[in-house]
């Protein structure tokens, strides 16, 4: 559970940090936009590419936390040992979701934008980086499926 905590911790203060790169970001675009009447070229991009990381990468904080969006209508009307096995049906089901369309789908992707060296127009970023969030969260998830899976 002690590594658990720290990599919460380092997935925490990452979202913190994105979050408040895109708020500078955002508040730097309205400020050029409307202040200084000429705006910036490469806020926009940003933005969106932050928005990509904190969105992605909350997904995979909320899932270790177990705070995502369940339906328990039926489990709940369940006994406890059937409640149980409907728990690691559900993780051993988001662990192959993470595994075949995050680590590996998003694996391609980044690969696939890598090998074909696609930049961002703005940024002149690899979009191979922005895509990397992809690989990085499936696993985190798989990390945190698993480590339920241990304490059913």
């Known amino acids: 559970m002690e590594l658990r905590n720290k990599v919460d911790l380092v997935i ?14 955002v508040l730097w675009q309205v400020f050029s ?10 806020t926009d991009e940003l933005a969106r590419y932050l928005m990509i990381w904190l969105g992605v990468l ?19 009307k369940l006994n406890a040992k059937s409640q149980k096995t409907v ?3 559900v993780a051993i089901l988001i ?17 696939i934008t890598y090998v074909l060296q696609q930049y961002s127009p703005a940024l002149q970023l690899p979009l191979a980086i922005v895509y990397l969030v992809l690989p990085i969260s499936g696993m985190l998830i798989i990390y945190y499926k698993i480590l339920d899976l241990k304490n059913l």
């Open 95 to 111: 662990i192959l979701f993470s595994l075949t369309a995050l680590v590996i789908g998003g694996s391609r992707l980044v690969y």
């Open 87 to 89: 728990k690691k049906v």
């Open 12 to 25: 925490g203060r990452a979202l913190i940090i994105i979050m408040a790169i895109m708020v500078v970001n």
């Open 33 to 42: 936009r409307y202040i200084l009447g000429s705006p910036s070229s490469f």
């Open 58 to 76: 909350g997904a995979a904080f909320v899932a270790g936390k177990n705070g995502h969006v369940a339906i328990d209508l039926i489990p709940s």
